[in-house]
T-cell receptor, first 113, second 115 residues
Framework: DTAVSQTPKYLVTQMGNDKSIKCEQN?????MYWYKQDSKKFLKIMFS???????INETVPNRFSPKSPDKAHLNLHINSLELGDSAVYFC????????????FGAGTRLSVL | DQQVKQNSPSLSVQEGRISILNCDYTNSMFDYFLWYKKYPAEGPTFLIS???IKDKNEDGRFTVFLNKSAKHLSLHIVPSQPGDSAVYFC??????????????WGLGTSLAVNP
């Protein structure tokens, strides 16, 4: 039973399209995250939600819009996709405060052609 | 400006020997450090952590050492096994942000354990 699951695993699309990635966690965590891992393998946080409230919003183009319908779900919608958006996107979740041990999904590999 | 640095992109070790992965940081406000392991096509998985008030934490074959004065930590794997072959990420966090605590990640070290 997967703890943090994200769909789809692979996403190939054309420049200019709009796409969404979904994430769900069944760990009872109150905080969820989106990370981007670029071609240099650098893991960089994009957003974090705590109990459906946005608490971290790094310097990300506003074409990226996260949405948390409840604390078990955090979706990422990307408008007007660009070539530079090609990357692996990871969803993660944790309990707030404490040691902040984050649990990750398997990643969504986005390729923009 | 990379606050967490893993200067060795790769490391190769013989099975049964010790693997030592290093991590340096620049922010003296970091108070918690974590190591994650990542296999291809999977997300990172938590391995071991250490608080800044300690200098060593051990869990089975994995030990993390922290040298605060040098702003350096290391992960020791003894004995190394072929299944340990993966990318290892060092991450650090600070409590200053309260509920906004976030992890700052190194670039990772790819470990290959040869049979």
């Amino acid at each position: 039973d997967t703890a943090v699951s994200q769909t789809p695993k692979y996403l190939v699309t054309q420049m200019g399209n709009d796409k969404s990635i979904k994430c769900e966690q069944n760990l009872g965590h109150d905080t969820m995250y989106w990370y981007k891992q670029d071609s240099k393998k650098f893991l960089k946080i994009m957003f974090s939600y705590n109990n459906k409230e946005l608490i971290i919003n790094e310097t990300v183009p506003n074409r990226f819009s996260p949405k948390s319908p409840d604390k078990a779900h955090l979706n990422l919608h990307i408008n007007s996709l660009e070539l530079g958006d090609s990357a692996v996107y990871f969803c993660a979740s944790s309990f707030s405060g404490g040691r902040n041990i984050q649990y990750f999904g398997a990643g969504t590999r986005l390729s923009v052609l | 400006d990379q606050q967490v640095k893993q200067n060795s992109p790769s490391l190769s070790v013989q099975e049964g020997r010790i693997s030592i992965l290093n991590c340096d940081y620049t922010n003296s406000m970091f108070d918690y450090f974590l190591w994650y392991k990542k296999y291809p096509a999977e997300g990172p998985t938590f391995l071991i952590s250490i608080s800044s008030i300690k200098d060593k934490n051990e869990d089975g074959r994995f030990t993390v050492f922290l040298n605060k004065s040098a702003k350096h930590l290391s992960l020791h794997i003894v004995p190394s096994q072929p299944g340990d072959s993966a990318v290892y990420f060092c991450a650090a966090s600070t409590s200053n942000a309260g509920n906004n605590r976030k992890l700052i990640w190194g670039l990772g070290t790819s470990l290959a354990v040869n049979p």
